[in-house]
Nanobody, 122 residues
Framework: QVQLVESGGGLVQAGGSLRLSCAAS????????MGWFRQAPGTEREFVAA?????YYRDSVKGRFTVSRENNKNMLYLQMNSLKPEDTAIYYC??????????????????WGQGTQVTVSS
């Protein structure tokens, strides 16, 4: 079993920055592919970024968001810069065992956090 707890969300003006954190416990953190997803009201949960030995991003956040991890601390991060109102959503961290399944599909992740709200005002 893996427990994931996100933090760092909040209200920020467009153009501002936030750093999300995800604390993991319960299993060997370094063996998991870790992902960030987000869900805005009335929309499906969508992929934002993932990290294992390399990093992956959705096109709309490339160059603005950076995903990173500290395996010795069981921590996952998402640095978000140049935020836009369309980035407003609940952000979730997720973990999956397999490195061979599609990192961008929600159904491939085994564990989820409870989410943290990010609101970007215009």
């Amino acid at each position: 079993q893996v427990q994931l707890v996100e933090s760092g969300g909040g209200l920020v003006q467009a153009g501002g920055s936030l750093r999300l954190s995800c604390a993991a416990s319960g299993r060997t953190f370094s063996s998991f592919v870790m992902g960030w997803f987000r869900q805005a009201p009335g929309t499906e949960r969508e992929f934002v970024a993932a990290i294992y030995y390399t990093t992956y991003y959705r096109d709309s956040v490339k160059g603005r968001f950076t995903v990173s991890r500290e395996n010795n601390k069981n921590m996952l991060y998402l640095q978000m810069n140049s935020l836009k109102p369309e980035d407003t959503a609940i952000y979730y961290c997720a973990a999956k065992y397999s490195a061979y399944t599609d990192y961008s599909r929600t159904k491939n992740y085994d564990y989820w956090g409870q989410g943290t709200q990010v609101t970007v005002s215009s």
